[in-house]
């Protein structure tokens, strides 16, 4: 409380290493105890991350605490994905609040046993104009287990609050506006084109071609060292708005290739794909990282003028580490140049929620900050 210069908190976040995963609740408690703040949500990372820099490979505990008049705050634990359906209508029906400034919600979920996709549609079609931010929460590789809390006054017992098959949220309205960035990992490769043959996960054609031929004409412009490595760097760019042209790196989202068929030259990637959708592939390379997270931070850095940052979330993808750049802080290093006084808050985890263009979508490879910006009167 005495480093946030606050004497009162109205709530905490809190992201903590798989170390500690036996000391989970007794950290919820410790958090309440010290802060006594009514909200406390947060998940597993696997790396965490804070203004200072990033603790990875060894433990982690991340906290940021807030306070704020203008603030009205909803925190929630769910158990699975239905009851996200509800708890959407719930929120949706809340009673209205005279603020000016558009809602943020916050989710952290465990992405290998709720589908990630069908959690952010039944929040965004429920919930229309709120922005809607998070990760993945990551955890234990030997155990695939991650686990999420969210504590509120008027539980009754802490063990109400952890789950580790569920989502966590924070619902944040009130007199602010979120600005958010999402910067990229990737640099196309080739054109774009369109799938004309498909079923579920399995692009036939691409251009009525094979997918495989297109996949190989698209990498053929690699260099000799980028080659070695090809097969764990190529993703598939999709395009979330067809109705966008000309086409940036922004409008895509970047999915895995899962598999190749070598008999048929069909592709499987990490997403369900339709005919008529727009591909193209893409490589993960660290230079085209750094110059789009200048690009976003800049454009971020010149919204944010006139406007007071009261502090900052950032949710990295576990594969943007030192292990991707060669080098350990460079995003929080970057971030901090740009906002080197907002206290910042975060973690590295399995895949990043963010919108682009009018609805939030599931996103890989990416660094996604969130600045909550108030008014300067």
């Known amino acids: 409380m005495g480093h946030a210069g606050i004497d009162r908190a109205d709530f905490a976040v809190m992201f903590a290493t798989p170390h500690y995963a036996c000391e989970y609740t007794r950290m919820l408690n410790a958090v309440h105890t010290a802060t006594g703040a009514p909200h406390i949500v947060g998940c597993s990372g696997m790396e965490v991350l804070t203004s200072i820099g990033e603790v990875e490979q060894s433990p982690g505990v991340a906290v940021l605490v807030g306070t704020s008049d203008g603030l009205h705050l909803s925190s929630f634990i769910l158990p699975d994905a239905d009851a996200a359906s509800h708890l959407a209508s719930e929120l949706a029906s809340s009673p209205p609040h005279d603020h000016t400034g558009s809602p943020l919600l916050m989710l952290f979920s465990d992405v ?4 990630p996709t069908s959690l952010l549609n039944a ?3 429920a919930l229309p104009g709120v922005q809607i931010v998070g ?6 590789l030997e155990k695939m287990e991650a686990y999420q809390w969210a504590w509120r006054n008027g539980v009754e017992t802490l063990n109400d609050c952890i789950s580790h098959r569920g989502v966590s949220g924070l619902m944040i309205r009130g007199d602010f506006s979120p600005l958010i960035a999402v910067a990229r990992s990737c640099r196309p490769l080739g054109e774009s084109y369109v799938i004309t043959s498909a079923d ?5 054609e691409i251009a009525n071609r094979p997918a495989m031929e297109i996949l190989q004409e698209s990498a053929a412009s690699l260099k000799e060292a980028e080659k070695q490595h090809v097969e764990r760097a190529l993703v598939a760019g999709l395009v979330v708005d067809e109705e966008k042209y000309p086409l940036e790196i922004d409008d895509f989202v970047f999915r895995n290739i899962a598999g190749v068929e070598p008999s048929s030259g069909s592709l499987v990637i990490s997403e369900r794909v339709r005919v008529g959708q ?3 592939f893409h490589i993960r390379d660290k230079n085209a990282a750094r110059q789009d997270m200048e690009r976003v ?20 993808c576990l594969a943007r580490g030192a292990g ?3 080098e350990f802080n460079h995003d929080t290093k970057v971030i901090r140049r740009y906002f080197p006084d907002v206290p910042i808050v975060g973690f590295l985890g399995n895949a990043e929620f963010a919108p682009v263009g009018g609805s939030s979508v599931l996103h890989n490879y990416t660094g996604v900050l969130v600045l909550v910006a108030e008014e300067v009167r």
């Open 123 to 125: 929040f965004g079609a």
């Open 278 to 280: 727009t591909i193209q």
């Open 324 to 326: 991707f750049y060669g």
């Open 297 to 316: 931070l800049q454009d971020l850095s010149e919204k944010a003028a006139g406007k007071r940052i009261a502090m900052g979330f950032y949710f990295n």
């Open 200 to 204: 579920g996960h399995l692009i036939r």
């Open 112 to 115: 290998m046993h709720i589908h």
């Open 135 to 140: 990760a993945g929460a990551s955890g234990s």
